[in-house]
Structure formats: C-alpha cells, structure tokens
C-alpha cells in the first residue's frame, strides 16, 4: 500500500481483505462519520441514510481488492457512497410520488438567509426537497458534476438536471424563508 493510507488504515485493509469480522468492524468504525454526511445528503431521513450506509459498506468490503492503494482510500469510499446512494435513488424511484406542481413552482424572490445557517439545519431542508431535485442539487452544488454527467448517470436530459437545480435552489430558498417567517412569529 502507498503513503496515501495511514499505516493504521492499511492494517485494518488489509484485515478486511482477509475477511477479518474485527478488521471490518473497525474500518466501518473509522469511516462511518464521513459515510454517513455523504449518505444523509442523498437520503430523505436518517433511516434511508443508515440503508444506503450499510449498502455502501458492503460493496467496499466485497469490491475491497478493486481498491488502487496509490489512491486515496477517502476518494474512493466516497465514490461508492455516492454511487449507492444514487442506486438506492434510482431502484426507489417508482416509488416516490411526483411534487405537486403548484407546491413545485419557483419564486422570483431573492430572499437570501442562507448566511449563518448551520450544516444539520440545511441538510434537513435538503432532505425535504422531492427525491429528484434532491439528488441532482447533491451531485451539482455539493459533489461538483456537471450537468451532462447528472445526465447521463440518471438517465435524464442536461436541461432535466438544470431545471432541476432551479427548482430545488427555489424550493430551499421558499423553506428558508417560511421558517425565518414562522421564527419571527413566536416572538410577536
């Protein structure tokens, strides 16, 4: 293995490819923070986020010797989290329920209260978007693909993905102003 694994983490690899039960309990253990903030920006709620959590782990462990030890081993646990939870996104899709269009149209209003907003309280909003806006605002705002390649990994148009985006940012925007309007509420 290279000097892009710790030794601490080149010894619990490989006791994991030696299908070592320990060695995978502490791999998991190791990495399970930075999983899980992957996998609960795809997810609709906690519960989603551990499946796709756990799928993930097992695809590591069973893909384990496709690792290249010159590369990073955060770089590519991270591309399998974000690949399972775009499985998880397209085996579910028949099962999520179109938005409303209504509910769904955006506002011209450049309400902007995204300044001093902590990490959970956003990701909660995130995970309240429908499934599809969701997962494309991830891929594009967080994980840096571009529209084409949205596309092409989701079987839809570019301009599905931009629209997408838009519609997402818009409904973001929408739910940070309500809440700043219920928060001001309390107080009158």
């Not at 799928?55 to 462990?61: A, E, P, S």
């Amino acid at each position: 293995m290279s000097e892009t694994v710790s030794k601490e983490i080149e010894a619990v690899l490989q006791g994991c490819l030696a299908q070592n039960r320990e060695a995978q309990r502490e791999l998991y253990k190791l990495f399970y923070g930075y999983a899980m903030s992957i996998c609960v920006r795809y997810s609709k709620d906690a519960e989603e986020a551990k499946e796709v959590l756990n799928d993930g782990f097992m695809k590591v462990f069973t893909r384990l010797k496709q690792y290249d030890p010159a590369k990073p081993f955060k770089g590519w646990l991270r591309r399998i989290m974000i690949n399972t939870a775009l499985d998880n996104y397209r085996h579910n899709l028949k099962h999520y329920h179109s938005m409303d269009l209504e509910s769904a149209a955006p506002t011209a209003d450049a309400y902007d209260v995204l300044q001093q907003i902590n990490y959970e309280y956003l990701i909660g909003l995130v995970q309240q978007l429908s499934p599809a806006y969701r997962t494309v605002f991830n891929m594009y705002v967080i994980d840096g693909y571009t529209h084409e390649e949205i596309a092409e990994i989701l079987g839809i148009s570019a301009g599905a993905s931009k629209s997408n985006l838009f519609k997402a940012r818009a409904n973001l925007r929408e739910m940070l102003k309500k809440n700043r309007v219920d928060e001001y509420k309390q107080y009158v």
